[in-house]
């Protein structure tokens, strides 16, 4: 069992920053591959960023890609989420996602962004 809990959602204006973070407790070895998804109101959940085991192999959503950095601490079972240049379209909820064995989910942090 993984249980995933997200911190540093919140509001802030286009243009600006958030770091997301995600700590992963309970009974494991070392989590395979971390990542961060989001869903929009009406939309469906799709990957923002993921990383694997070593943190040598990133994958991103074009929508973020060259604005968001995912990070990973295997030391502290977490993985991060660096958001600069924000802007109205990443408003979301922002699920942190873990697999080991099965997947699991976080509960979901908001991130809202106003103009």
């Known amino acids: 069992q993984v249980h995933l809990v997200e911190s540093g959602g919140g509001s802030v204006q286009s243009g600006g920053s958030l770091t997301l973070s995600c700590v992963a407790s309970?009974?494991?070895?070392?989590?395979?591959?971390m990542g961060w998804y989001r869903q929009s109101p009406g939309k469906q959940r799709e990957l923002v960023a993921d990383v694997n085991i070593h943190g040598d192999f990133k994958r991103y959503s074009d929508a973020v890609k060259g604005r968001f950095t995912i990070s990973r601490d295997n030391s502290k079972n977490a993985v991060y989420l660096q958001m600069n240049n924000l802007n109205v379209e990443d408003t979301a909820v922002y699920y942190c996602?873990?697999?080991?064995?099965?997947?699991?989910w976080g509960q979901g942090t908001q991130v809202t962004v106003s103009s």
């Open positions: 996602y873990a697999h080991y064995l099965s997947g699991y």
């Open positions: 309970g009974s494991f070895y070392t989590i395979y591959e």
